[in-house]
C-alpha cells in the first residue's frame, strides 16, 4: 500500500492527545482529516487541518456519517471503561467501515493487554472492543491493524510531572521502580499508526509497540538526565495517590480506570507487560522511535521552571 497517494482518514479520538497526534501528522503529510465531537462549535479544540463532524460515538448513524467518504481509519477510545458503552462504539465503529469500504482500520488499544483476562477495566473494555472489531470485520475486506501501546513519555511533559523533573530532578510516577517499560512518546506513537494505515505485510497483526529499549525506574530517570543536563532520581508513586491527582483534571470515573492499569502493574501481576518486545514491531512497521533523552532533550521545559509561567 503506498503511502503517496491522499488518504482520506476517520480519526476518532482526534480531540484528544493520541489522536490529536496522529491527526497532526497525518494532516502535516496532505492526508484528509475528518473526526466525531459532541461538542459545539465554540468548545472544538483547534486540530489543524482537521474537519469536525457532529455527533457520538454510541449513535451508529452519526459514526456512519463520519467514515463517509473515508479510504482509512484510526481509532482510540475516548477515556470510558463501561463495557457495554465500549462494545457499542466498537460495534457502530466496525459496521460503519465495512458499510463505506473503508480499506484499513488501524486501532490503538491505547495500552498493552495481558494473554489472560484480569479484572482491570482498562485492559478489558480494550480487549473488548478489538475482539468486536476483529470478529465483526471478519471477512468484510477491510483490514484491521491493532498496535498496543506501553506508556507515553508526554505525560512525563506535564503540569504534574513537569515542574518537579525541572526544577527538583525528581521524576514520579506510579509504576514500581524494577518495572521495564518501552517509553514511547505521542509523536513515535503517531509515526506508529502512520506506518499501520500504509505499509504492506501488517494487515491481521497486533503489534505490541514502544520505544527500541525497556527502561527501569532508575535508567528512566539516568536517560532524563542526559536530556535535561541535570541530576534526576526516579521515585516510584502509589497509584492511589496518582489517581486521586488524575481525578480531579478528568473526574473519578476516568481516573479509576486509568489507574486501573497502575494497580495492576504494582502488585507484580504482570511485570513484563509495558516492555520492549524483540524489535518485531519496529521492523514491521520500519519506525525507529526517539531514543528517551532525545526526545527529553527536545521538550521545552523551562515553560515548568519559570515561576511567572507556572504560576500563569
Not at 73 to 96: F, K, Q
Not at 185 to 210: F, K, P
Not at 240 to 260: I, M
Not at 264 to 271: E, F, I, K, R, T
Amino acid at each position: 500500500m503506498s503511502d503517496q497517494i491522499p488518504m482520506r482518514v476517520a480519526v476518532v479520538g482526534a480531540t484528544g492527545f493520541q489522536g490529536g497526534a496522529t491527526a497532526r501528522l497525518l494532516a502535516e503529510r496532505n492526508h484528509r482529516i475528518r473526526t466525531l465531537t459532541r461538542k459545539p462549535d465554540s468548545e472544538r479544540p483547534q486540530v489543524a487541518g482537521t474537519a469536525f463532524v457532529s455527533g457520538d460515538l454510541a449513535n451508529a448513524d452519526d459514526v456512519r456519517h463520519l467514515f463517509e467518504r473515508a479510504t482509512h481509519a484510526s481509532v482510540v477510545m475516548p477515556l470510558v471503561y463501561d463495557a457495554e458503552t465500549v462494545g457499542t462504539y466498537a460495534r457502530n465503529i466496525a459496521h460503519a467501515a465495512r458499510e463505506t469500504g473503508v480499506c484499513r482500520l488501524v486501532y490503538n488499544s491505547n495500552t498493552r493487554v495481558p494473554e489472560s483476562s484480569t479484572h482491570v477495566a482498562a485492559f478489558e473494555t480494550r480487549r473488548l472492543a478489538e475482539t468486536v472489531l476483529r470478529e465483526s470485520l471478519r471477512g468484510s475486506g477491510v483490514e484491521l491493524v491493532v498496535l498496543r501501546p506501553p506508556v507515553y513519555l508526554d505525560n512525563l511533559f506535564s503540569p504534574w510531572n513537569g515542574p518537579a523533573l525541572a526544577k527538583d530532578g525528581v521524576l514520579a510516577y506510579p509504576l514500581p521502580a524494577d518495572t521495564p517499560v518501552a517509553w514511547i512518546s505521542h509523536r513515535d506513537l503517531a509515526e506508529a499508526v502512520y506506518a499501520a494505515l500504509t505499509v504492506d505485510g501488517v494487515a491481521g497483526r497486533t503489534l505490541d509497540i514502544g520505544g527500541a529499549r525497556s527502561l527501569a525506574g532508575d535508567e528512566l530517570a539516568e536517560a532524563f538526565a542526559r536530556g535535561l543536563g541535570r541530576d534526576v532520581r526516579y521515585v516510584p508513586l502509589a497509584p492511589h495517590v496518582f489517581e486521586e491527582g488524575l481525578a480531579r483534571a478528568v473526574g473519578p470515573e476516568a481516573a479509576a480506570g486509568v489507574a486501573g492499569i497502575y494497580h495492576y502493574m504494582a502488585s507484580g501481576a504482570g511485570p513484563d507487560l509495558m516492555a520492549a518486545d524483540d524489535g518485531g514491531s519496529t521492523e514491521a512497521l520500519s519506525v525507529r522511535p526517539a531514543p528517551v533523552d532525545e526526545w527529553v532533550a527536545r521538550q521545552p521545559w523551562q515553560i515548568w521552571s519559570d515561576d511567572t509561567a507556572a504560576a500563569s
